[in-house]
């Protein structure tokens, strides 16, 4: 992956972002070497992949393959996120160093603000034309940031299970299920002068 000039790689569902999976620490000329032995599990749950460009001055742009899958291919539907970089504490010095900490608190406060479109394809940039693993790349404006959306199944990564719940919670479910019927089959006991009485335990 590259970007003019620097990035983030998150997930999430739909509706909101979950987690921070990496975070660029290296110029852009450093980017590919630094991310080609880097191998990330989606957390369970997780359906989307959220990737942050962001722009420090000039032309920017971001690409990448993601599970082998080029990140432009149309096949892959990216969506583009409107700007967010006023969420995110944005230092352009630090952007432009490939250094910048974008945070997950930052970017999930932003996401409801969001609007989404079409990115645009760019193939003259000397960085992308240079770095970029198929020679293109998604533009956006100078010194902004935003988010490229796009689902794990469009990379080839099947989401994990949403909700399963754990064996031993089954079991207690199925025992205090079993506990109400008991309860529900038992006859009402009489207390004093006629008044009933009942009890249940869950």
Do not use: C
């Amino acid at each position: 992956m590259v970007a003019d000039n620097d990035f983030a790689i998150f997930t999430g569902t739909a509706t909101g972002i979950n987690h921070l999976l990496y975070q660029n620490n290296k110029v852009w000329w450093d980017q590919i070497p630094a991310l080609s032995t880097l191998t990330f599990t989606l957390p369970a749950a997780d359906s989307m992949f959220y990737v942050l460009g962001m722009g420090g001055g000039g032309n920017e742009n971001i690409s990448g393959l993601i599970n082998g899958v080029d990140m432009t291919s149309a096949a892959v539907s990216t969506t583009m996120s409107s700007d967010l970089h006023s969420y995110l504490g944005y230092n352009t010095t630090t952007v432009s160093d490939g250094t910048f900490d974008a945070s997950l608190a930052g970017v999930q406060s932003a996401f409801s603000s969001l609007t989404w479109g079409a990115p645009i394809v760019n193939t003259t940039d000397e960085v992308i034309v240079g770095a970029a693993p198929y020679g293109k790349g998604f533009h956006f404006d100078d010194s902004t940031a935003h988010l490229f959306a796009f689902t794990s199944r469009a990379v080839g990564v099947d989401p994990g299970p949403v909700g399963v719940p754990e064996p031993s919670s089954i079991a207690l479910a199925l025992t205090g299920l079993a506990s109400l019927m008991g309860l529900r089959r038992r006859p009402r006991k009489t207390i004093g002068r006629g008044e009933e009485r009942t009890a249940t335990f869950a």
